[in-house]
């Protein structure tokens, strides 16, 4: 996942005893504390490269955009959920497919909740990202679509596919804003809780 070339810094040095940092991941982690200390507004893809020891020319290999750093490695995300849905077997009903791909899709260890909080924090509460956030939102919607109209037999672009892909980003959306509002809240149990909500509407279609 990570460029070769990018292994060492160009026209940046990094402070004395720290290596660059060389993956998506981690540009993103640095950035999410950038953005979080300074504001998304007043942190420049240049403090940012700064911050990772490249050059701003690096940092866009990796990333396309300010934007898109925020979101970390989204597209490696979206591929396993994927690979995830097309391994569950055809006789396990759609909902709970779709609650188990929602729970894993939204795991994170306890060592990783407090930079996601970060990171949700961001993605849902600046302006600036809402925009680039739709573009994303668009996309895991259709992995789901995709599950659901093989599932349904219809095609992924069809009304209901679609309907469920909007009801499943809804559900993980609620969830997040009831943790992000609530700090004491389990992240896991709301997801599960409004899984258990969405499959009483979605196990009829079974």
């Known amino acids: ?13 990094t402070q004395p005893g720290r290596r660059p940092v ?18 998304f507004e007043d942190t ?23 934007n898109a750093i925020a979101w970390g490695d989204f597209d490696s995300h979206l591929a396993e959920m994927r690979t995830l849905l097309a391994e569950i077997p055809d006789d396990l009903p759609i909902a709970d497919a779709l609650r188990r791909a929602l729970i894993s899709f939204n795991d ?4 990783e909740l407090a930079g996601h909080r970060r990171r949700m924090s961001l993605l849902l509460g600046v302006p600036a990202l809402q925009a680039h956030s739709m573009l994303m939102y668009a996309e895991w919607r259709q ?7 093989h599932r349904l037999g219809l095609d992924e ?5 679609q309907t469920i892909a909007w009801l499943c980003l809804g559900t993980a959306l609620a969830a997040y804003d009831q943790w992000l509002t609530h700090p004491d809240a389990d992240l896991e149990a709301l ?16």
């Not at 809780?193 to 079974?206: F, H």
């Open 143 to 149: 992995v789901i679509a995709e599950f659901c109209a």
């Open 44 to 66: 420049s893809v240049d403090d940012v490269a700064d911050a990772v020891g490249v050059a701003r020319r690096t940092l866009f290999r990796y990333y396309p955009s300010k």
């Open 108 to 111: 994170v260890p306890a060592t």
């Open 157 to 161: 672009h069809a009304h209901l596919p």
């Open 191 to 206: 997801i599960v809780a409004g899984s258990r909500t969405l499959a009483q509407g979605v196990d009829a279609l079974s």
């Open 1 to 13: 996942m990570t460029p070769s070339d990018a292994m060492t810094p160009t026209a940046r040095t």
């Open 22 to 39: 060389t993956s998506r991941a981690e540009i993103s982690a640095v950035a999410i504390d950038l953005f979080t200390a300074k504001g």
